[in-house]
Each structure stands twice: as structure tokens, then as C-alpha cells.
């Protein structure tokens, strides 16, 4: 008999794999359903995988997780971002430390992450079982009784890191444990608006998004795309209000501000350009950073005259202008996925794990990491590192 059987090939699984150690190693099989482990490392980060993020200071860290800030903080404080470096680095994957922080491998292609991963568990002669699908987990006397497409077989411990499948939900429910309906997080805003028809691939340096409906806003880069509004700022809200937007069938308003400056200062801004620059063409001098052709659609929008002059731009088209770049509404109307990147907000209650181990408290001998649980951060490479931190914690523990 093998003593534990991890049950998922994805990042959180293969991680706690690797790291077992040659003589719990051994003692493992991973069981993974489809013919290729780690496919969504494979596809992460358009390929090149965001592996982590330069935050190294772990109460800064999870800030970026909508859920499970909290508790991954004890988490963080054994393995954050500087430990992967460290961790990949010392197994001859160099990375690098992009403007955004995000860090990638240096090769920018994420199978040098999968060989890596692929390699260390095969050291720690973990026997990995492709094409099978675990369909039912018994608690037995001595552990555990796996059941999957080729057999049953008994293990003293359970490493559960399927991802966020339905199914997985439901092996877990039966185990006893209680699951955070699923929602999803991570995507953007479809919005069919006169102000931003046709104007796909134009982004704003920085913007701030708010929901007022639901008090929240973040802001950061911003880019129109053909169904609507994506980038950081968006995502992020997409992340925060993961529960909310899904209780409102993701139809509601949004409130932009496409400058730094509140409404008063744009009037004053715009009134002193008035009177400095009175001879120029309001269509062809855009005083604002963000590209002219958003410029020249907001004076489309509000009836501008393409002849006027600044000196002829009167009180209400100065209100009006600061009103559509300082508190432009928008109504969001549906979602549509990041460059096919999404995550799972809900899976297993927080309060059912000891996060010094990631061992079930309802079920002894039971670890849980990855997906499945009620964690999730926004992009930037914070998935993979409670991926990763999640499963050094439980080799950690088996390790005794
Ligand atoms: C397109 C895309 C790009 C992404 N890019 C990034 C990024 O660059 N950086 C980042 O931090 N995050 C990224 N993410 C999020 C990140 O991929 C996930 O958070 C992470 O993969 C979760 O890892 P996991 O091991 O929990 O689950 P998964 O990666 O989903 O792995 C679970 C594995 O378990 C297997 N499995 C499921 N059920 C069973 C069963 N019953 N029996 C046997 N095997 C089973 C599945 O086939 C799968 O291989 C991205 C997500 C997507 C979709």
C-alpha cells in the first residue's frame, strides 16, 4: 500500500509533489484525469507564466487576495515570493522581475516551470498516474479508500488539489465539508456605449472605476476593448465584488474618472487652458494624455461644434466635459473572460482548514490546496503563489 495519494496534477499538486522529499516520495502516487498534467501553467501568462509576484513582505502580499487575505497571511510567512525565486533559482530556472513586478522565467516560456516541476517530483519518485479520474474518496479505518476509473486503492493520507470542478465540489460535500458557491472572479466588463464604439486597443494610463451601487472602486491602467472595459483597475473590481456582481447578474453602473483630477479641478484646469490658449481648436488641442481620438468622441458625444475655438467653449460645455472625464456613467451589461485567464472565487470554506498544515479540520489526514478553496487574488502571478505556498506547507507537514 502507497501512503498518500495527491489528486490533481495541477500547480498546487505537482508543488506539494516536489517538494515531498525522496522518502515520502515514494510513498505517493498523483492522479491526474487527463493525459497531460499542469495544463494551466502551460497556458498561463499567454504562455510565458507568471509564475509569482516582487512582494516579498507578506502583509502587503495579501492584500491582493479578495478572499483569503486573512488567512494566508501565517501562510506567507513561511513561503512567499522570495522562497520561489529562490526555490525555482537553486533548480536552474532563472526568472526575471518585470516592470508590473510580475516575475516570469527568464526563457518567457512557462515549460520551463512544468519540466522543473516534473523533474523534482520524479527525483522524489512520486508515481504519477495519467487519464485517471478520481470519482469517490471513503474514509476507511486506516485512511482512505480512492476510488478512480482503474481501481480502488487505500491510502493513509489524502492531498486534494483538483482545481475548482464542480465535481470536486460534490466528492468534497460528501466528505463533510462545507463549499462557498462558486462564482467566477477575474474578468471584464462588457459595456455597448456610444462613447466607446469602435475605439478598441485605446488605454488610459490610469483611471479610477468606481461601482457606487456597491461602494467600491480601485483604479490602475484601463483599455476599451470590442465588448466593453479591461485591464487592471477593471480586474481588480472584477475580483473585489466577485460575490456582489454575481448577485446582480453583472448588470450595473460603473463611474469613471479618466484623469487625475476631481470635477472642480477640471473645471478650473479647463478654464485656465481657455484663457491661456483662446485661439486654438478645441478638436485639435487635446489638453488631457489620454489619446485624441477619446478626446474627440466625448466632444462628438456632448454636441461640440468641430469649428470652436477655445475662447468660444462656453460654461456649460466646460461642465459638461469635466463631468463626462471626472464622473462619466457607464452601465455594464454582462462579462466576458481575460485573455481566457479566470479564476474561482468560493470552494471550501476557510474555516474548515488549519492553515499552519493545510489539513482538514473535518477530516484528519485530509490536506487541501490550490483552487478548491475559498481563495483567489487578482492577476499579477498571486494565484500561483498560494499554489505554490499552500503546497510547500502540507510537504512540510508530511515530511512530520
Ligand atoms: C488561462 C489562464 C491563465 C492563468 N494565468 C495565470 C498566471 O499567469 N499566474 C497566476 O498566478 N495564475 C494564473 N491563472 C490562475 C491559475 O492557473 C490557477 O489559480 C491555478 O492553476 C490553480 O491551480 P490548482 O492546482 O489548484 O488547479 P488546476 O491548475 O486546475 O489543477 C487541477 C488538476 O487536477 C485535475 N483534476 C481535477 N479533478 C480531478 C479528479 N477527480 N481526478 C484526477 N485529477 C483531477 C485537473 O485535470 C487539473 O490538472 C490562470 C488561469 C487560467 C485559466
Redesign the pocket.
Known sequence: MRKIAI???????FFTAANLGKERGNQTVL????SA?????R???GGR??VTHACFDPKELVEFYPRGKKELLSVFHKFQPGDTMGWFESRKVSLKIEDDNRIFPISDNSMSIIECLMAEAKKNQVEIRLN????KITPTENGFLVQ?KSGSYEFEKVIF?????V??ME?LKNLGHKIVKPVPSLFTFNIKDQRLKDLMGISFEWAEISIPELKMEAEGPMLITHWGLSGPGILRLSAWGALELHKLNYEFEIKINFIQKDKNECLDFLNKFKSEHPKKSVYKINPFSFPKRFWHRILEVLKVPVDLNYSNLNKNQIMQISIELTEGIYKVKGKSTF?????TAGGVDLREINFKTMESKVLPNFYL????LNIDAI?G?????A?WSEGFLISEALKG
Do not use: M, R, W, Y
Not at 502571478?381 to 503563489?385: A, E, H, I, S, V
Open positions: 489528486i490533481g496534477g495541477g500547480a498546487a499538486g492522479f491526474e484525469q487527463s498534467p499542469l495544463q494551466k501553467v497556458v498561463s501568462g507564466c507568471n485517471e479520474n478520481v470519482q478512480s488539489t483538483p482545481g475548482s470542478s465535481k470536486s466528492i485573455k481566457d485567464e479566470f479564476v490546496a490550490g483552487e478548491i492577476t502571478g498571486f494565484n500561483f503563489q499554489c
